[in-house]
């Protein structure tokens, strides 16, 4: 309840005010006026670790747009998809608008059925499973997806590490841990390596031994597969699954292992969708940048990377040559990425990650993304360069003026 009312609380305040219909921009000098219109039918595709979240946050933003939109949603999520509909309904009925403008696939949810829906829409926008994903893109129809979440977290020599640690734990405690921007792994420099651990067990963390670790990896991978019994699920929960006892397993806030390698013969350093954490120890803050280069190789490239630090040339280090489409500075990530109240993010549950990701898009799903924009160029003043004005300065510092 909280996510979906802090979410949505968000994007109506990121939506009011903003022009979306009709006469949006005009540029005098120009003799441009841009137009807002609707992409058309938009097909929606969410997943079941946001059932209602992620719906209502793609209704409203193509309804800003005066598009209809129609739901295919996970099966684990349809009955939650379902009441969101029956109170949107309501709402429409009281403005006078038709409830036909959101719809919902009718159970039960095929993937023939959803296959079908991308290929009739204007717009698809899938959030979730990968194979969907490509699938939108694969369908022939404009697509918008998203790319897969696996966040590392870089604590540097600089930070506070106690607050870090109640960020991290505020953050992969939230849901589970089910959100794609939840923290999977923590990159930690050695020169507080054991402060931070120090104060991530202060806040309720279990680390395990060599032993305990392969115990939780067989458990969650009992296949080579994340297992669907610990997705979700609390730490005292998967502590019980895999065998481990004692008081501290049963008041465990979350779990976490050492780390050293990546890849699919290192699970943990994947996405887990629970509260357990990856923790990688790094001798600088270079080491660190190399090390969450390798896990994003591995899965997550794109998405965003979260760093501790208080040091500010840090984070702009990362976003000029890190594979990320957001860096979340000092922040708990979870809450930062899709968008939050002190910072200037939109809200979204939708995260672009670039080519990286293989997405279409860098930024957080908006309403933008929900509008096709005409432009009406009329003639103005001519504004036509010389040769000089664009070359001078190319030819006098290489000599050929």
């Known amino acids: 309840m909280t996510k979906n009312h802090r979410k949505t609380l968000g994007l109506l305040r990121d939506l009011r005010g903003r022009k979306s219909v009709g006469v949006i921009a005009e540029d005098t000098a120009k003799g441009v006026i841009e137009i ?7 097909g929606a595709v969410t997943p079941s670790t946001n059932p209602a979240a992620t719906p209502a946050n793609k209704i409203i933003n193509a309804i800003k747009g005066r598009n209809a939109i129609i739901l295919s949603p996970s099966p ?30 009718p159970a039960p949810v095929t993937r023939a059925a959803t296959q079908e829906l ?13 194979n969907n994903v490509r699938a939108a893109y694969a369908s022939g129809t404009p697509a918008i997806g998203v790319g897969a979440g696996n966040v590392a977290v870089i604590i540097d020599e600089t930070c506070d590490v106690d607050q870090a640690a109640l960020k991290i734990r505020r953050s992969k405690t939230f849901d589970n841990a089910t959100s794609c921007s939840s923290e999977n792994s923590l990159v930690i420099v050695d020169a507080v390596y054991g402060a931070t651990i120090g104060a991530l067990l202060r806040q309720g963390a279990v680390l395990l031994d060599a032993a305990q670790k392969q115990r939780l990896q067989d458990t969650m991978w009992p296949d080579g597969k994340l297992s669907p019994a610990v997705t979700a699920k609390s730490a005292p929960t998967i502590a019980a699954l895999a065998g481990l006892q004692g008081p ?6 979350f779990l976490m292992v050492e780390e050293t390698g990546v890849g699919d013969e ?3 350093s994947g996405e887990k969708l629970s509260p ?9 803050f270079a080491e660190a940048m190399d090390t969450v280069r390798h896990i994003y190789a591995h899965e997550g490239a794109g998405h965003s990377i979260g760093i501790h630090t208080e040091d500010l040339n840090r984070p702009l280090q990362l976003g000029l040559q890190m594979p990320a489409c957001r860096i979340i500075v000092n922040q708990a ?9 002190d910072n200037g993010l939109p809200f979204s549950l939708s995260m672009g990650c670039g080519t990286w ?7 957080n799903l908006n309403y933008k993304h929900f509008l096709n924009i005409t432009r009406i160029a009329t003639p103005c003043a001519p504004d036509e360069p010389s040769l000089q004005d664009i070359f001078g300065d190319y030819k006098r510092r290489h000599g050929l003026a």
Do not use: W
Not at 36 to 42: E, Y
Not at 276 to 284: D, I, K, N, P, S
Not at 358 to 363: A, L, T, V
């Open 333 to 341: 990530h979870c809450f930062a990425t899709g968008g939050s109240f």
């Open 266 to 268: 290192h699970p943990f």
């Open 248 to 253: 501290e397993f049963e008041h465990a806030q």
């Open 357 to 363: 990701g293989h997405n279409s898009i860098s930024d």
């Open 276 to 284: 357990v954490l990856a923790v990688y120890r790094v001798g600088a």
């Open 118 to 130: 991308m290929r009739q829409v204007d717009l698809v926008v899938v959030t979730g499973s990968q």
């Open 76 to 105: 684990k999520g349809y009955s939650t998809g379902a009441l969101l509909l029956q109170y949107i309904g309501e709402e429409l009925d009281r403005i006078g608008a038709p409830r036909d403008v959101v719809q919902q696939l």
């Open 36 to 42: 807002a219109r609707p992409v058309g039918v938009v």
